[in-house]
């Protein structure tokens, strides 16, 4: 299967002056279809080509069903898919979403299996890279194929599409659930019953139909029962009451040549009544209506339950006064070198940026709009202090034990340089102290008004994995986040153990409750030419990328919901606690 750009622009032309975006549909086949997988695989794309995109979630579905960006933490200063960073204009969230008919079929005993590839083109470099993939799609009749790229950015304001003499309109942010089952149903298979699915699809402006859910195959019955599923109200019909919302009802065939059994019609209004009473549709077939004149239905199916959940997403939180609390701890042990001599991972060169001076102002500059007071406690870890020479894991860079607050990305910065020429590097690598100092104040407000942010940056080496876990572990149910950023070449199997990704971070066997952790290598987000600015871009995208995500889950878990805007409501947020 061919990974290479798209000989030219074909695809969707961006907006707003962004960079050109070719797409290719490619067949996957076989094993190749197996190994692309159901999930829309996000390439690491190049932040100045494609601005502070977002990791593609794995779709429901088709992956037209998205949910809030995650990344709406980097929208403030907006990068264009062209590259240049445009702080005076904000940035629009958009959904590309491809639709495929009359595919040629590349399979010999089968449909094909297609996928669509999303290529943005770099003004500065034209050169061509991939932005994102959809899922592999199974045939569907006719070789139907639609699916979206979520929460790609272009500049520009945001505006509503909503236009006047449309009718009411549901929350964007609302998330519907439901469950149907059918009724005798058409049989469709020789040796058995049928194996039926359904297929949702939304309606558009221009008469045609998007589909928005599949729901899954249940084996051999004629009067199956799906499990519920949930489904953005946007999507399933662009929170519009009245649109139209079309459901398929077909018999799975292992090569995908899918049987129609019938359709029906309804909206979103029609299927909230379901929520006082059952609601049955008749399944029509018209090819066989016009055929027999004693047809009835090909079945029917039931709407068994359907309710309405707000889904909260990270700006509602942050328009309703949510104050992000960021916190910076430096690694200052030996094992960074010595910093007068250019191999040291601090060393001050009059000439760039030391990766440590890199990663804080990547992210720092960032993270501190979305910080009222713009006061940063700034700590340091592994050295020995002036005057007697007491190792400590947790010293103030300002050399304030009272107030460790630093004014600015620029405060920290200057006292980070000021804390090199009067401290000794030294040892050990503990994180534990510098955790639990911001896990204290972070347990003492649990309404939402206040989310903590640990930024430590080291070059790997730790000595209290032990402690580490446990402070963790400890902290994954209060309102913080921690990102590590790794400098230098060390391999960080710690490090990413910590991450927790793949298996969630555990201290005397109790699970965290959340994944609470982000870890980052900086080499591998380091220009090749040397350019710092792209570098510090690229840094800032990922390592901010889960943040949003872990302030929602926590206050999912603990119920919150996002306080009236301030205009609405003038009441003072409390200060924050400083660690």
């Given at each position: 299967m061919g990974r290479g750009p798209p000989a030219g622009p074909g695809g969707a032309v961006l907006p707003s002056g962004a960079a050109a975006a070719g797409g290719h549909c490619q067949g996957a086949s076989g094993g190749s279809a197996r190994r692309a997988g159901a999930s829309a695989a996000a390439a690491a794309a190049d932040t100045a080509a494609h601005g502070p995109a977002r990791p593609l979630p794995s779709p429901l579905a088709p992956a037209a069903l998205v949910s809030q960006p995650p990344a709406a933490l980097v929208a403030r200063p907006a990068m264009s898919l062209g590259g240049a960073s445009e702080r005076s204009v904000p940035a629009t969230k958009i959904e590309i979403t491809v639709s495929c008919r009359n595919l040629l079929d590349l399979?010999?005993?089968?449909?094909?299996?297609?996928?669509?590839?999303?290529?943005?083109?770099?003004?500065?470099?034209?050169?061509?890279?991939?932005?994102?993939?959809?899922?592999?799609?199974?045939?569907?009749?006719?070789?139907?194929?639609?699916t979206g790229f979520p929460g790609t950015s272009v500049p520009g304001p945001g505006r509503g599409d909503r236009r006047p003499g449309q009718p009411s309109r549901a929350n964007p942010h609302d998330i519907a659930t439901m469950q149907l089952c059918a009724n005798k149903l058409d049989k469709k298979d020789f040796f058995g019953k049928s194996d039926p699915?359904?297929?949702?699809?939304?309606?558009?402006?221009?008469?045609?139909?998007?589909?928005?859910?599949?729901?899954?195959?249940?084996?051999?019955?004629?009067?199956?029962?799906?499990?519920?599923?949930?489904?953005?109200?946007?999507?399933?019909?662009?929170?519009?009451?009245?649109?139209?919302?079309?459901?398929?009802?077909?018999?799975?065939?292992?090569?995908?040549?899918?049987?129609?059994?019938?359709?029906?019609?309804?909206?979103?209004?029609?299927?909230?009544?379901?929520?006082?009473?059952?609601?049955?549709?008749?399944?029509?077939?018209?090819?066989?209506?016009?055929?027999?004149?004693?047809?009835?239905?090909?079945?029917?199916?039931?709407?068994?339950?359907?309710?309405?959940?707000?889904?909260?997403?990270?700006?509602?939180?942050?328009?309703?006064?949510?104050?992000?609390?960021?916190?910076?701890?430096?690694?200052?042990?030996?094992?960074?070198?010595?910093?007068?001599?250019?191999?040291?991972?601090?060393?001050?060169?009059?000439?760039?940026?030391?990766?440590?001076?890199?990663?804080?102002?990547?992210?720092?500059?960032?993270?501190?709009?979305?910080?009222?007071?713009?006061?940063?406690?700034?700590?340091?870890?592994?050295?020995?202090?002036?005057?007697?020479?007491?190792?400590?894991?947790?010293?103030?860079?300002?050399?304030?034990?009272?107030?460790?607050?630093?004014?600015g990305i620029e405060g920290v910065l200057e006292s980070y340089f000021q804390s090199l020429r009067t401290v000794q590097l030294y040892g050990p690598t503990y994180f534990a102290p510098v955790i639990n100092q911001v896990a204290r104040a972070a347990a003492k407000i649990s309404d939402g008004s206040q989310y903590y942010v640990l930024l430590i940056i080291t070059d790997g080496v730790i000595s209290d994995m032990t402690q580490t876990k446990e402070a963790i572990v400890s902290a994954s149910s209060l309102p913080m986040s921690i990102i590590i950023v790794g400098v230098g070449p060390a391999m960080f199997e710690a490090m990413e153990e910590l991450d927790g990704d793949d298996v969630r971070v555990s201290s005397r066997g109790r699970y965290a409750e959340r994944d609470i952790v982000q870890f980052v290598p900086f080499r591998d987000y380091v220009d090749r030419s040397g350019n710092q600015v792209l570098s510090m871009a690229r840094l800032a995208k990922d390592v901010l990328a889960e943040i949003p995500e872990q302030l929602l889950s926590y206050m999912r878990t603990r119920d919150i919901q996002p306080r009236p805007s301030p205009s609405a409501n003038p009441s003072p947020i409390p200060a924050p606690e400083q660690p």
């Open positions: 399979d010999t005993f089968s449909k094909s299996d297609p996928m669509v590839v999303l290529y943005t083109q770099s003004r500065a470099s034209q050169e061509w890279r991939e932005f994102g993939r959809t899922e592999v799609q199974r045939g569907l009749q006719n070789q139907h194929l639609q699915f359904l297929v949702f699809y939304r309606s558009n402006e221009d008469g045609t139909f998007t589909i928005c859910h599949k729901t899954e195959v249940v084996k051999n019955t004629l009067n199956p029962v799906w499990q519920p599923f949930s489904i953005p109200v946007r999507a399933l019909c662009n929170g519009d009451y009245d649109r139209t919302v079309k459901i398929d009802v077909y018999d799975w065939d292992r090569d995908g040549s899918h049987d129609f059994i019938g359709e029906f019609t309804t909206s979103y209004r029609e299927l909230s009544k379901a929520q006082n009473q059952f609601t049955v549709y008749e399944v029509l077939n018209p090819r066989k209506k016009c055929k027999k004149k004693k047809y009835v239905n090909s079945g029917t199916v039931t709407l068994l339950s359907f309710s309405v959940d707000s889904e909260f997403t990270f700006v509602d939180y942050i328009k309703g006064g949510t104050q992000l609390n960021f916190t910076v701890a430096i690694d200052f042990t030996a094992s960074n070198g010595n910093p007068l001599q250019p191999t040291s991972l601090h060393y001050m060169s009059p000439y760039q940026l030391s990766a440590y001076a890199m990663a804080l102002k990547a992210v720092g500059e960032i993270i501190q709009d979305y910080d009222s007071d713009k006061l940063f406690p700034a700590y340091g870890f592994g050295a020995k202090l002036p005057p007697e020479g007491r190792i400590s894991h947790q010293f103030p860079l300002n050399n304030n034990d009272e107030d460790p607050n630093c004014a």
